[in-house]
């Protein structure tokens, strides 16, 4: 295997969470460069790093064959030029750009200089969204008639990353966590009709939404409901399915982020699985009309799968299972337009 120089533009939560344990740990890549203008703390973790301290430096590293962008929201587009103008391929973290106009601008720009756009939508690989398709797939639900996606969170004061809270482009609850449940809708219903968005300000002094509500409306009549939110205290089922034949309820309850937060190895035995405990419920009207509950054991999580399918677009000129198409359709809701 050959395996990708790969580097990061940041090593704070990102970078040093869902981005460095799976470029260490997945043969297809080598984790071989990060920028941090300040101070080393990637090299604490990966003695072996290159630390680069601008963006200049790294870029004119011609070993470097990706860049992961994965710094505040409004700085994407401006660092993804710069990475394929450089010739690089990048991997953006969500949300890509902060409008669909700059992500087709992107998108035209990798393709003149021959190099590939990704975007970090890594929620699709995780448990319970997994489950939840499958029993989608499984037809027990009859036809779809409404879903129920929620991010919950209980901090109702301002938080400490300033980047996060300030009155700029991207900012907002809606661009930080909705931007995986709209992509969960569109990568199981595809592009949505129509659209509603619902935003909130709740906590004192705040300058970006807190509070966040969609409704997307496809053309199978399926209607989901998101709601991404920072002030719920009782935290609620993440997915809920009605069907003309069935529901089924799950929690949100992806365990990798907690295992990665704990330091435990994507390489590890346990890595990907729920606890015991948190199998979604199935309730559905089976050929015999008879009434049938039974529990859907999650999934294993997988977000390496996304790391694998960026291998093989590069190396092997597969497709990559998150579409631009896809993307635009999700930075229009977020953006309102």
Avoid at 75 to 102: G, N, S, Y
Avoid at 125 to 148: Q, R, Y
Avoid at 185 to 201: L, T, W
Wanted: glycine letters at 6%.
């Amino acid at each position: 295997m050959n395996p990708i120089k790969t580097a990061l533009l940041a090593y704070g939560l990102s970078g040093k969470i869902f981005h460095a344990p799976f470029l260490e740990t997945n043969e297809g890549f080598e984790l071989y460069a990060v920028l941090e203008r300040n101070s080393q703390k990637a090299k604490l973790d990966y003695v072996k790093i290159k630390s680069y301290a601008s963006l200049e430096e790294l870029l004119a590293d011609d070993l470097i064959e990706l860049v992961v962008v994965n710094t505040p929201n409004n700085t994407h587009f401006e660092l993804a030029k710069a990475v394929l103008l450089a010739k690089k391929h990048v991997l953006l973290e969500k949300p890509a750009t902060t409008t669909p106009e700059e992500f087709k601008e992107l998108i035209t720009l990798a393709d003149s200089v021959d190099k590939k756009v990704f975007v970090y939508q890594n929620r699709r690989w995780s448990s319970d969204i997994c489950s939840a398709k499958e029993v989608i797939n499984s037809g027990k639900l009859g036809n779809i008639v409404e879903v129920h996606l929620r991010f919950d969170r209980y901090r109702p004061t301002i938080g400490i990353k300033a980047f996060k809270e300030k009155e700029v482009p991207g900012s907002g609850i809606l661009y930080d966590l909705g931007a995986h449940l709209i992509d969960q809708a569109i990568s199981i219903f595809g592009k949505p009709e129509n659209h509603f968005v619902k935003k909130g300000m709740y906590r004192e002094g705040t300058l970006v939404d807190d509070y966040a509500f969609v409704h997307l409306s496809f053309a199978n009549q399926a209607n989901v409901f998101i709601t991404v939110s920072q002030h719920v205290l009782d935290i609620q089922p993440g997915i809920v399915i009605h069907g003309t034949k069935g529901s089924f309820i799950k929690e949100f309850c992806d365990e990798q982020e907690n295992q990665l937060m704990m330091g435990i190895s994507p390489l590890a035995e346990n890595f990907g699985f729920e606890k015991f405990n948190k199998a979604g419920k199935l309730t559905f009207v089976n050929d015999n009309n008879e009434i049938v509950s039974e529990f859907i054991p999650s999934k294993k999580g997988n977000f390496n799968g996304l790391f694998e399918e960026v291998y093989n677009c590069i190396r092997n000129q597969k497709d990559f299972s998150v579409k631009d198409d896809e993307i635009i359709w999700q930075l229009k809701l977020l953006s309102n337009k």
